[in-house]
């Protein structure tokens, strides 16, 4: 049984690094939203830990498939200041996807108080990302 759910979760975050290729950033945004509050859900459940590692990779897909879009609300900016808001931006998936391998980690070492304290650290970037970012 553990195999077979190891399989799925494996299976479900190739499939999620592949799916995040061709989405839009309110797609992708949406995906890791959804992701993350499964996480939170389980994050105090050890036996659920080799399942919030694999929606960690599922996020860090989204991340990285965000990188190289840029926000509506940037993208109409007149240079320099697009050129600066593209750079803060970048930097703040970059900060996440920190956040996140730090978050799977703690679930790979059974640490999950930590990852509990983590996560509540990943919803403030998350927060200030879309302040800065999501003006919709």
């Known amino acids: 049984m ?21 989405t839009s950033i309110a797609t992708a945004m949406k995906e890791m939203s959804t992701a993350l509050k499964t996480i939170t859900a389980q994050a105090s459940i050890a ?3 080799a399942s ?6 599922q996020i860090t897909a989204g991340i990285e498939a965000a ?17 600066q808001q593209e750079q803060a931006y970048v930097a703040l998936l970059n900060q996440l996807e920190a956040q996140v391998a730090t978050l799977k ?10 990852a509990v304290t983590d996560i509540a650290a ?3 970037t998350k927060k200030t990302g879309h302040t800065q970012f999501n003006k919709n």
Do not use: E, H
């Open 47 to 49: 036996t659920d830990n």
């Open 122 to 124: 990943i919803g403030s």
């Open 105 to 114: 980690a703690d679930f790979v070492a059974g640490n999950n108080a930590q």
């Open 67 to 83: 990188k190289s879009q840029t926000p509506d609300s940037v993208a109409s900016l007149p240079d320099p200041t697009r050129a």
């Open 2 to 22: 553990k195999v077979s759910k190891l399989f799925v979760i494996f299976a479900s975050s190739i499939l999620a690094v592949s799916a995040f290729g061709n």
């Open 52 to 57: 919030s590692a694999a929606l960690c990779d």
